[in-house]
């Protein structure tokens, strides 16, 4: 292996670690929630607004992230983005009240927001086209199990410390990061694409770059159209499972055990009934097949597995976890062990855990497929810009989401769970437009990926002349 392809395969895989780094954050607070209120003396409804802002400035600040990609070094671009976030997070931890936490939490969306459309940008360069929706499966579920790692982080670190410790840890991390992006290399635009190949290897450079007058045809095509709504509804519904750890604590308590315990076993709870997330790559693999077919593949198999996804997560909010046990200590292990062995021995757990991971698998065939079309229907130099804006539609229903949650649950008068179960239940009714959407779009992804081809083709043409 030379020397080129190691640094290809390290940047690769210091993007898509990057990758986690904003769910991460997003993933801390709701297992903090309880604590946070109490130390902060406000509702618990009040932070999921905290949540709905980081997520939504995260989301708008991408545009920018994405914008400069087209003009600047992005290696450049992420370390500034990665202080900014860092900085932010750790001051987060040193917070005293509400406002404090609401407007740290602007400043950590700023920087993150660097991750996305950087790492999106520098990776649809790097990945070849016949294997996109498989490799950017790995990038799309790692931001997966980045929000399950912040919310193992909080469980098991906060009831043994304090809720702050786990931001500590979150900055300190990325400051470390940042010396790993100084041997990141950085691939020249468009040289995955099949197009352009004979152009690069002759030594040619692809030198289009973004201009703001690209903006009003990247807004206007009707596959981006068709791709940003489709994310919107999307991360309503799926924005509002950062409740889950909460309602796995609440339906834990109800079987009688502390507020210690139930956060550390709905952290455990969280991370394995997401383990459905881990065959993205294969459903992204399915879509470079069926693309490979027909270039409405893609579009029509993720839209029958969201419709399909919806009775599965209805059906894990509403089961009860009855006749768990658990240790009433608060030792981590002790906990993971019983658990465990739930999932085996007591079939209410038994049965969410395979209703969970049915959920998760067919949730994780959106992302990768999602991705892959929105680079394929847009030019390399404008697929940053573009994925930040659509970005910014994933952010806007996320935020709808998180906030949704807070504004139903202040108006539900059921005691816990049963205020969770209804919020949640009622949230996931944006799964339909989502996956209508997909079909909509069909004929629009056929003739859109076919003019961006034919755009290369002639750009190759006059390059080489």
């Not at 906060?158 to 991390?173: G, N, Y």
């Not at 502390?258 to 394995?272: E, M, N």
């Not at 881990?278 to 077919?293: C, E, V, W």
């Amino acid at each position: 292996m030379n020397t080129n392809n190691i640094k290809s395969i390290y940047t690769v895989l210091i993007f898509i670690i990057l990758a986690a780094f904003d769910n991460v954050v997003i993933g801390l607070f709701p297992p903090l929630f309880s604590s946070i209120s109490k130390s902060m003396n406000v509702h618990i409804s009040s932070l999921g607004i905290v949540s709905a802002v980081n997520i939504l400035m995260t989301s708008f600040s991408s545009i920018l992230w994405g914008y400069l990609t087209g003009k600047f070094s992005r290696k450049f671009l992420v370390i500034i983005g990665t202080v900014i976030w860092s900085i932010s997070i750790f001051l987060t931890s040193l917070c005293t009240n509400y406002l404090q936490l609401l407007i740290l939490q602007v400043f950590t969306g700023v920087g993150l927001g660097c991750i996305s459309s950087i790492g999106f940008s520098v990776l649809t360069d790097y990945i070849p086209n016949k294997y996109r929706g498989m490799l950017l499966s790995l990038w799309g579920m790692s931001q997966g199990f980045g929000g399950i790692a912040g919310a193992l982080m909080a469980s098991l670190m906060a009831p043994f410390t304090s809720w702050r410790k786990p931001f500590e840890v979150v900055s300190i991390t990325g400051f470390l990061l940042i010396v790993l992006y100084f041997f990141i290399e950085e691939p020249a635009v468009g040289q995955s694409e099949p197009e352009l190949k004979t152009l690069i290897e002759k030594g040619y450079t692809y030198n289009y770059n973004i201009e703001f007058k690209h903006l009003y045809s990247i807004v206007s095509k009707r596959s981006n159209i068709l791709l940003f709504l489709q994310a919107f509804f999307m991360n309503i519904s799926i924005g509002t499972l950062i409740w889950l750890p909460t309602l796995y604590i609440s339906k834990i308590q109800q079987q009688g055990y502390s507020l210690k315990v139930s956060i550390i076993a709905a952290g455990y709870l969280f991370a394995i009934f997401q383990l459905g997330g881990l065959t993205s790559p294969l459903f992204g693999h399915m879509g470079d097949i069926l693309q490979g077919r027909t270039y409405k593949g893609r579009a029509v198999l993720t839209s029958l597995f969201i419709f399909a996804m919806i009775p599965f997560y209805l059906a894990v909010f509403m089961l009860p976890m009855n006749n768990l046990k658990l240790p009433q200590n608060s030792d981590p292990l002790l906990i993971l062990i019983s658990l465990l062995k739930e999932i085996v021995v007591n079939p209410w757990i038994f049965t969410t855990f395979i209703l969970s991971f049915l959920a998760s698998a067919l949730q994780s065939a959106n992302t990768p497929n999602w991705l892959a079309l929105i680079t394929d229907v847009n030019l390399p130099e404008q697929r940053g810009t573009a994925f930040s804006i659509a970005n910014l539609a994933n952010g806007l229903g996320r935020t709808i989401g998180n906030a949704g949650v807070g504004i139903i649950l202040s108006h539900i008068h059921a005691g816990e769970p049963t205020n969770y179960i209804i919020t949640l239940s009622l949230m996931q009714i944006f799964l339909v437009p989502s996956a209508v959407t997909y079909l909509i779009m069909t004929k629009d992804n056929i003739k859109d990926i076919n003019d961006v081809k034919n755009t290369l083709v002639k750009r190759t043409r006059k390059l080489s002349q």
